[in-house]
């Protein structure tokens, strides 16, 4: 769910041929975010997966300037919920 103002939410369900542990994994670590998450070369990949924790993704950009992709984890209940906010 991306919550844009005090009104607005959009919702993105999407189903995968594995185990949710698997899936869970994939979001909840930086060894496997760096590698599918960016569509950039990653620099530096942190995860805190935990309510309160961080996610930063640094990127090189083509033209070498840098992005991050930032967010706050909000619920974490391994593996059947992941509630994070998403800032580029």
Known sequence: TLACGNDLEFRLA???????????EAFT??????N???CHPVTACEVDAR???KLRL???????????LRGD????????????????
Not at 14 to 24: D, E, T
Not at 29 to 34: D, P, Q, V, W
Not at 79 to 87: I, K, N, S, W
């Open 14 to 24: 999407r189903s995968f041929r594995a185990p949710k542990s698997l899936v869970f």
């Open 58 to 68: 640094d990127m090189r950009m083509a033209d070498g300037t840098e992005c991050t």
């Open 51 to 53: 309510p309160g924790g």
């Open 73 to 88: 984890y909000r619920e974490v209940s391994p593996p059947d919920q992941l509630v994070y906010t998403h800032v580029y």
């Open 36 to 38: 599918w998450l960016a």
């Open 29 to 34: 670590k930086a060894e496997h975010l760096r």
